[in-house]
């Protein structure tokens, strides 16, 4: 008993603590719940925001808040099938009354109006069977039925779950009518019967006549289903059916075979279907197309303007047209497609004005797009103008929103813009004409090009050319001349042609007097500006002038920095001062500090004895002990690094070590034993016998350096640690060691701005609910600081895509990070990070620390060497070079070995 009280107590203990996290998730989840509300009232925009609530809500189930707020993002957004489906699901659990089921079918209503959706549309289907026990139940399940063909049955893919959803609920209905075993069926009974037989014929019949995928199946299901032999009609068309099947099928093959979003595929579907003419076959394939695609506004474009000029059907116009300005709200020319549209097909005008507020909420990108805008929302209501009456409800309508489109430009677009978007005016100029014109009111057209001038305009002659032209076809001549005196003082750009203009016009009409005027206007203004003009060119001249004298005199400083640098750079203790005193015999030969291959061992003792391995030492030659002399040994091979390359296969290059590492090659040992047998380490110092950092790991088997390659840039003692295959560039100059793509990875994103405390875990729980992850990398520079940049990979180019969605511009340990996909610069030039290069030219090789301040080639002198032939390779590199390779390297070897005294005299050649 009392084991079982102690029992009881530990379950009674931990289902408190149950308890007790259970509250403190649901006390986070309601704050978050709260905060994302109020961002939203802020911002409504944010779509990642509306994901957000409505994941939490439906997560607390808070059914009266989730459905207010998919309702909100609803009226907002275009909703993915996913969200919808979710929706549909939640709502039909909840539906217990008639009312209830009611409010599911509008809800379906809107759900199908924003993507052509299969699965929606079969979901609504089978709903609807559900009500078939209520009054014209049957009727509506089947109308349900007929429009979700309409809309999904050419579906080459998923329309054929559809037509056999609908065959099964006729069917079903044709075993009701089915008489029981000893009743006799009335006539009535018999005429029903028969005419449900008819609509199941109807029903296989027509999806035997529509190209779909297994069609096949389906035919042997009507011959079984029909006990008959089937008509020859009914065969001419299905192997029609096939036919277009076969056309179609490597379009369907290709969209099968290609990642999401498959636009190139979808689009060579389209362009296919276009020259094949069936108008519901490129519907279908747009509609499938835009399902995938439905952020490219110019698939959009393209759909509506073959809609407006082939199809013209009203609800289907509108329709796309709706759906494209809810999916791409910022591209001004659905806007205006849809404005045409809607008056193309005598929509009410309110529903034309509300439509235009709403495109003006939209957020365009730029100011020209709200003046495009506006011009085809006033053209749309001029053309609802009669303007024979004098007066109208229609014409105070557009002489009110001219000046309404005026202010607006002037105040809102400029203040969010700082420009109109409109500088010569056009909007004013269409509304002067207009009243000109139409309206027969040349003092209101004066006063709005008045407007006009006074904007800038005034200084420019295919402005004042278009008043007078205005002017001459609806004014007087007193006013065309007085327009064109004043162009003449006020033009700066072409005053020659209005000035020409003037005279022609006087010519024309004018008086003797006027004529006069005009001469003397004209040549006036002609002098001024010709005065203007040479003092312009004087000082352009000058200008230029000066700019040239200011380049000399950077020039030549330049080259007596230069001079100067280089007269400072007098030798001191060097091979050139050396080579002057053995010139003129002023002191007896010296070993030179960097030695040549192939030079004698009393030079080596010397440079050892003047010099010592590790510093200065002085100049009596010392006695060196055993040991010393062994230290040295090692030392002296350590310097030389040699390689077999018939050993390439079982060797692996490691880089980016740090110089200070203790015991570099127990460290190596004991990292890469897991992985083989290790035959050799062999490490580069440099000729002090310091570690460079690097070093070969040679296996016994292949396959043990393969795998050693997994371990390239783990990090060891903070810093990545670089590995990879021991390659000769020599006879492999297209091979990379840049393990990563430079080019467009659509399933992988690129972080910046995140924090330099962020790690590994931090991303891996940012980005794992947007799709599956397979490998996240934080970028760091060669001593693995961090960069503030990732990449982060996912299984596909979809959840990559969201992702981009819906976390760039989120904030991160108070950091506001950008996401977009992965396109990384191409790498320049041939310069690899992980190794020196094969190459021996000395100038173009950094070392394995990549280029250096001092900008000093820092590869050791072994490597930088000739290869002598006959001897082994180095460092990875062959020592048998091609024939080329051959000859110079045995010229080199054949020439006479230059004294110093031999360098001096070719100096002074100089």
């Known amino acids: 008993d009392g084991d079982g009280d102690g029992d009881e107590a530990e379950a009674d203990s931990g289902s408190g603590e149950e308890m007790d996290d259970s509250s403190d998730d649901e006390q986070e989840n309601e704050a978050e719940i709260q905060r994302l509300e109020e961002q939203l009232s802020i911002s409504a925009y944010d779509y990642n925001c509306h994901i957000d609530l409505i994941k939490l809500l439906r997560q607390e189930g808070e059914l009266v808040k989730l459905r207010c707020a998919r309702q909100k993002m609803s009226e907002l957004f275009p909703l993915t099938e996913e969200l919808w489906l979710d929706w549909l699901k939640d709502e039909i659990r909840m539906a217990e009354k008639a009312h209830d089921r009611e409010k599911v079918y509008e809800l379906f209503e809107k759900a199908i109006k924003d993507y052509i959706c299969p699965e929606i549309w079969l979901e609504y289907a089978q709903y609807s069977i559900g009500g078939i026990g209520l009054q014209g139940g049957i009727d509506r399940a089947r109308g349900i039925f007929d429009r979700a063909l309409t809309a999904v049955g050419l579906h080459m893919t998923k329309g054929v779950a559809i037509w056999e959803a609908f065959r099964e609920f006729e069917n079903a209905i044709l075993g009701t009518m089915q008489a029981l ?104 394939t747009f509609e499938r197309a835009l399902s995938e695609n439905c952020l490219v506004p110019d698939l959009w474009a393209r759909y509506t303007v073959y809609l407006d000029r082939k199809l013209k059907i009203k609800d289907v116009v509108l329709s796309a047209h709706e759906r494209a300005v809810r999916n791409c709200p910022w591209i001004v020319g659905l806007w205006k497609r849809y404005l045409l549209a809607l008056e193309r097909h005598q929509v009410e005008h309110k529903i034309v004005t509300d439509t235009f507020e709403k495109a003006l909420n939209a957020g365009f990108i730029q100011a020209t797009d709200y003046v495009e805008l506006w011009q085809a929302f006033l053209d749309y209501l001029r053309r609802r103008v009669d303007f024979s009456e004098d007066s109208s409800k229609e014409l105070e309508e557009l002489r009110s929103a001219y000046s309404r489109g005026v202010d607006y430009l002037k105040q809102d677009i400029e203040q969010r813009f700082s420009e109109s978007g409109d500088p010569s005016c056009t909007i004013l100029q269409n509304w002067a004409r207009i009243e000109a014109k139409l309206c027969r009111n040349m003092q209101k057209a004066r006063e709005l090009w008045d407007r006009i001038m006074t904007k800038g305009n005034a200084k420019y002659a295919n402005m004042w050319l278009e008043y007078f032209n205005l002017e001459r076809a609806h004014g007087d001549p007193q006013h065309c001349r007085k327009a064109l005196h004043r162009a003449v003082q006020c033009t700066t750009d072409y005053p020659e042609h209005v000035s020409e203009v003037l005279l022609t016009f006087e010519r024309v009409e004018g008086s003797l007097e006027d004529w006069d005027l005009a001469v003397e206007k004209t040549e006036t203004r002609m002098n001024h500006i010709n ?380």
């Open 531 to 910: 005065e203007w003009r040479a003092k312009a060119a004087l000082k352009e001249a000058l200008q230029t002038k000066q700019e040239e004298d200011k380049n000399i005199q950077w020039k030549k400083g330049r080259s007596e920095k230069k001079a100067a640098k280089k007269a400072q750079k007098q030798p001191t203790t060097g091979d050139k001062r050396k080579a002057d005193e053995e010139e003129w015999g002023a002191l007896p030969d010296k070993p030179n500090k960097k030695r040549r291959a192939g030079e004698r061992e009393e030079t080596e003792e010397a440079m050892a004895t003047e010099c010592g391995l590790f510093g200065r030492k002085g100049i009596a030659k010392t006695v060196e002990t055993p040991a010393q002399q062994k230290q040295k040994a090692v030392v002296a091979t350590r310097n030389k690094v040699l390689h077999d390359n018939s050993k390439d296969d079982l060797t692996v290059f490691v880089s980016n070590l740090a110089y200070s590492m203790a015991d570099p090659e127990d460290k190596m040992k004991e990292i890469f034993a897991s992985f083989g047998q290790i035959a050799d380490i062999r490490l580069v110092y440099n000729n002090r016998g310091h570690f460079r950092g690097y070093c070969y790991v040679e296996f016994t088997e292949k396959g043990a350096a393969i795998n050693a390659l997994k371990l390239d840039r783990q990090e060891l003692e903070g810093r990545p640690m670089f590995i990879s295959p021991c390659v000769d560039k020599a006879k492999n100059p297209e091979f990379k060691v840049f393990r990563y793509s430079s080019s467009l990875e659509k399933h992988k994103i690129f972080i910046s701005g995140l924090p330099f405390s962020c790690t590994r875990e931090d991303l891996e729980e940012l980005c794992k609910e947007h799709g599956n992850l397979k490998e996240i990398r934080l970028v760091t520079n060669r001593s693995g600081k961090p960069k503030g940049l990732a990449y982060v990979e996912f299984e596909n180019e979809t959840q990559a895509s969201l992702a981009v969605l819906k976390l760039d511009g989120t904030v991160l340990k108070d950091h506001t990070i950008s996401v977009a996909i992965s396109n990384p610069p191409q790498r320049k030039g041939n310069v690899e990070t992980g190794r020196p290069s094969g190459s021996f030219l000395p100038r173009q090789v950094y070392g394995a620390r990549g280029k250096g301040r001092t900008q000093l080639a820092l590869v050791p002198r072994a490597l930088q060497r000739l290869p002598a032939p006959g001897t082994s390779t180095e460092n990875g590199t062959l020592r048998e070079q091609d024939d080329n390779a051959k000859g110079d390297s045995t010229r080199a070897a054949d020439m006479k070995k230059m004294t110093n005294a031999d360098f001096a005299k070719m100096l002074l050649r100089k």
């Open 181 to 284: 075993p000893g009743t006799i069926v009335t006539p009535d009974q018999q005429e029903a019967m028969n005419k449900q037989l008819d609509r199941v014929h109807a029903l296989f019949k027509r999806q035997l006549a529509i190209p779909l995928l297994d069609m096949e199946s389906t035919y042997a299901e009507y011959e079984e289903w029909a006990d008959e032999v089937l008509n020859e009609s009914v065969k001419q068309f299905y192997k029609k059916a096939l036919q277009q099947l076969e056309k179609r099928k490597p379009f369907e093959e290709a969209l099968l075979a290609a990642d999401p979003p498959k636009l190139a595929e979808y689009q060579a579907y389209i362009d296919f279907e276009v020259k094949d003419g069936d108008p519901a076959r490129i519907q279908i």
